[in-house]
Nanobody
Framework: QVQLVESGGGLVQPGGSLRLSCAAS????????MNWVRQAPGKGLEWVSI????????NYADSVKGRFTISRDNAKNTLYLQMNSLKRDDTAVYYC????????RGQGTQVTVSS
């Protein structure tokens, strides 16, 4: 079955950076569009970014455009999210997902942006 395991979250100061990873298994990763979604405290799931199977297409939510970069390594079945210039509003649990709605996602990794 599909398994997605996120890692790399933590506590970071405003303006700092983090790199999230997602190890994927149980499906043909190299053929799949992949997404990052997040859920801030008390709010619903928010789509963050998407990447095509061969990385030729990427897209971002306006709230993270220019600060976050999605990438993937198909040889390692791994998805990444490089997050720079982090803001307090980026505090959330971050999930990788096979779909933009987050219906099929991992257990998540907590990102807290605070001084």
């Amino acid at each position: 079955q599909v398994q997605l395991v996120e890692s790399g979250g933590g506590l970071v100061q405003p303006g700092g950076s983090l790199r999230l990873s997602c190890a994927a298994s149980g499906f043909i990763f190299r053929n799949s569009f992949m997404n990052w979604v997040r859920q801030a405290p008390g709010k619903g799931l928010e789509w963050v970014s998407i990447i095509s199977p061969v990385s030729d297409i990427t897209n971002y939510a306006d709230s993270v455009k220019g600060r976050f970069t999605i990438s993937r390594d198909n040889a390692k079945n791994t998805l990444y999210l490089q997050m720079n210039s982090l803001k307090r509003d980026d505090t959330a649990v971050y999930y990788c997902s096979t779909d933009p709605t987050g219906l099929q996602r991992g257990q998540g990794t907590q990102v807290t942006v605070s001084s």
